[in-house]
């Protein structure tokens, strides 16, 4: 291999395997970016949860303090007689059980009951869970002004308690203060229950933080440790919301551990797709690097191939370069009047034996004798077959020899006659070459099938799970490369029939089949590949018993190619339908029409031709070689038949081909 072509391989190479490595680290950076989304969402979620939490159970707690305030003054209503007996005589005993027991009978979590007068003083200071002096100076404070009263809850050597206390103006018992303790139990039943998973509720002092009052687990005698946060718990509280009328916030703590668990499984996921990642990436790499041996291999073969082609055509043009074509000259009667040293060279004749004599004789049959008949019907109708173009014929040299030539014929008037030039070359050469052509072109197919077959196995294996699940993006490129390798072989195996069917080598398995059965196996082996596009087949009109002279595997490669044309170019959900006719007899036409956009007007004089597409977007949108219609044309005519298309606007379009049925076949077996 040249140098050229080794910098060019090579900086594609490269440019590849960058490109490789740059989709490689977007891919993982996209990866982790997903991830820290992901985390940043979640510690999003637990910020709002916290704070609702913490709202709900403040909400809950302040209602409920309120809702027992004004049960206890709604019971201090009700009890007036027992509280006016205790009020009368502090000291009965009976008195004061009464009052308790009334008390505990509404309110099961109270702790001490007692009155206090105008100024605060109790009237009884010796009951249990009343603590001297603090009770007491919350008292006078109460009394002097209770509409600023706050609640909170007061140390005790058994339990902590907080205190309700609500003015009582009745007969008896005028500017009294009723004063009862409750255990915080109500308080750690409604952290317990708007707590969440992960989550953490507790009741704090406001002036003492850090300091734990209640929490879900009961009140601070109750937890006996861990009673007091800690400075990174602290830090890490979510939210503090405070209870109307109280000294206590409501804060919301998270499991930390839940959150690290939960980050460290996040990572721990994205390392495994980076890795997964990386391996799929180093696949890709050995393929490229094999890929590209491969190539450079194939690259020296066809240098190698095409500087021979090159030397031999370098030989030829320099013997065309100086040989002069063969120029002839004829009258109306077709009666040779000029012969050049060059066409003596060519027919092998000399200008003395053709001169006089009728151009018919440099003819093979059956344009020899047909010559004088188309030149009398130019001349009486000046319709031109021949006059004014190039054509390639055979010709026929003086030893009977027949060769190919290129003949070009121009008519001129000299001295009031009509005369006709034909400039004749000898193509034999060119023929040769397009042979040797033809030959390299199917060489190179065949060496290219078998690695790209290898290649398609491979990508089919990946895709089909043999290296195990693969990420959503890595089967996408799979798909696209199983996809590329596939329409690379149905074009390497276009390009193999076509040049069999132009070098006249394509084989031909003759012989009797019965149509409607093969149009049935023709829906039924292209049913899976119209399913990719949400297609489906029905087959109308069916006649059976129709017999054709064919080879039935070419006739269902013509069958496929309209199919998957039709399937290609048709609505999702629409139908594909087949059909059977008699359009004249012992003739059969199978037809096959889609619901699609039909064949645009300016493509229809070029729909048959070779490498054919309406738009150069169509190969890339719908795929296919272009060579199927071409194909599938000159199957058709090889069995004696015609092939031809329908596409009225807006109405799809309907292929079809008709052939002579078993009866009429002029086709013998073979």
Known sequence: MNDSVGLRLGKGYWLNIGLLVLIFILLAGALAWTSQARIDEFEQRAQRSAELSAQGAAK????????????????????????????????????????????????????AVTLADHSGQPLRTDFEGLVGEVCQADLIQFAKAPASRELYIHP????????????????????AVFFVSFRPDAIARVLKNSQVYGHRLMMLRRDMPGLIEVDPRGSRDRIKQDFRLTAEELRQIRASVPIPGSRWDVVDLPDAALTADYVRQVWLHTALLVVALAIVTGFVLRYMVRSVHRQQAYTERLEETSAQLRDHAIRIQTIFDTVVDGIITINEEGIIETFNSAAERIFE???????????????????????????????????????????????????????????????????????????????????????????????????????????RGSLGLLAGGAMGDLAPEVKQLLSISLSNSERLINLINDILDLNKIESGRMNYAIKRVELLPLLEQAMEANRYYATQYEVGFELVNALPGVWLMAD????????????????????????????????????????VR????????????????????????????KGGTGLGLNISKAIIEHFGGAIGYDSPPGEGATFWFELPTDETSAIAES
């Open 60 to 111: 809950e707690i302040a209602a409920e303090l309120h809702g027992l305030g004004r049960a206890l003054s709604l019971f201090a209503a009700k009890e007036e007689a027992a509280l006016a007996r205790f009020a009368r005589d502090p000291e009965n005993q009976g008195y004061y059980d009464d009052l308790v027991r009334r008390v505990h009978a509404v309110f099961p979590d109270a702790f």
């Open 552 to 591: 039935p595997d070419r006739l269902m490669q013509v069958l496929a190619n309209l199919m998957s044309n039709a399937v290609k170019f048709s609505p999702r959900r629409g139908v594909v339908t087949l059909a059977m006719d008699r359009p004249k007899p012992g003739h059969v036409r199978v037809s």
């Open 594 to 621: 889609d619901q699609g956009p039909g064949i645009p007007e300016g493509f229809r004089a070029n729909i048959f031709h070779k490498f054919a597409q309406a738009d150069a977007s169509d190969s890339r949108q």
């Open 349 to 455: 004749y000399e200008a003395h034996e053709v001169i006089g004599r009728n151009i018919s004789m440099l003819m093979p049959e059956p344009h020899r004798s047909g010559h004088d008949g188309y030149l009398r019907h130019y001349l009486a109708t000046g319709e031109r077959k021949l006059i004014g173009r190039n054509r390639e014929l055979e010709g026929c040299r003086k030893d009977g020899s027949i060769f190919p030539l290129d003949l070009a014929v121009n008519e001129m008037h000299l001295d009031g006659h009509r005369l006709f030039t034909g400039i004749v070359r000898d193509i034999s050469e060119r023929k040769q070459l397009e042979r040797i052509k033809n030959e390299f072109l199917s060489t190179v197919s065949h060496e290219l099938r078998t690695p790209i077959t290898s290649i």
């Open 156 to 175: 005790h050597a058994e339990a902590y308690h907080f205190d309700m206390m609500v003015p009582i103006s009745q007969p008896g018992i005028a500017n």
